[in-house]
């Protein structure tokens, strides 16, 4: 298990069924990025105006991983670290499954709150409504600068280049057990700390 330490809170994650996707850089990538102070503030926020925890997390997420942040089960593993999250400082969940109705990375999600003041919404997100909302929010000039490197012409990852591109920055450590965007988040969440602003500008 994985601390984290935030004031006055000890915040232990118990994987369970994701143990095998959290023990990735990935994994412990997108738990160090929830557990940030600003993005616990931001879900206590979105329960006190009774929104699903997880939406304003989304725009970050995409662009700090890439659009590839949106397959099921890593979008489960978020919602299960949130619950942890959220029940440490003091939470419980209000409504599960909340329908998001803005454009984002997650359709639904737990709202929580200590008092039911559910309220339903009717507007819906098409799928090709919210895949244009996730190729426009993962425009960061690092996952840009990571695209010209690895996507072939026809915008397929090229998963040799993937792996070139993480050799010349002395990254050796393969995931062909995973799926290509699982493989293309875990080498990104690696280069991130060893790619330089320079080296993005100048691309």
Do not use: C
């Not at 931001?42 to 991983?65: D, H, N």
Request: proline share 6%; aromatic share 8%; charged share 30%.
């Amino acid at each position: 298990m994985m601390k984290a330490h935030l004031p006055n809170i000890d915040v232990k994650y118990d994987p369970q069924n994701f143990r095998d996707l959290f023990e990735t850089e990935l994994g412990a990538g997108v738990w160090n990025f929830l557990i940030r102070p600003d993005n616990v503030i931001r879900m206590e926020t979105a329960s006190f105006l009774e929104r699903a925890a997880v939406e304003p997390l989304a725009p970050g997420l995409v662009a700090e991983f890439g659009p590839d942040i949106a397959q099921d089960r890593i979008k489960q593993m978020i919602g299960h670290m949130v619950r942890q999250i959220m029940e440490a400082v003091g939470y419980e969940i209000d409504r599960p499954g909340l329908r998001i109705t803005r454009e984002s990375l997650f359709s639904s999600g737990a709202r929580y709150q200590p008092q039911d003041q559910s309220r339903d919404r009717t507007m819906k997100i098409t799928p090709e409504q919210r895949q244009a909302w996730l190729e426009r929010t993962a425009k960061s000039p690092f996952n840009i600068w990571l695209d010209q490197q690895v996507k072939a012409p026809d915008g397929k990852l090229d998963l040799e280049r993937l792996y070139e591109v993480a050799r010349q920055h002395g990254i050796e450590k393969r995931y062909d057990h995973l799926n290509p965007g699982q493989q293309r988040m875990n080498i990104g969440v690696m280069l991130r700390s060893r790619v330089t602003q320079e080296e993005i500008l100048a691309q």
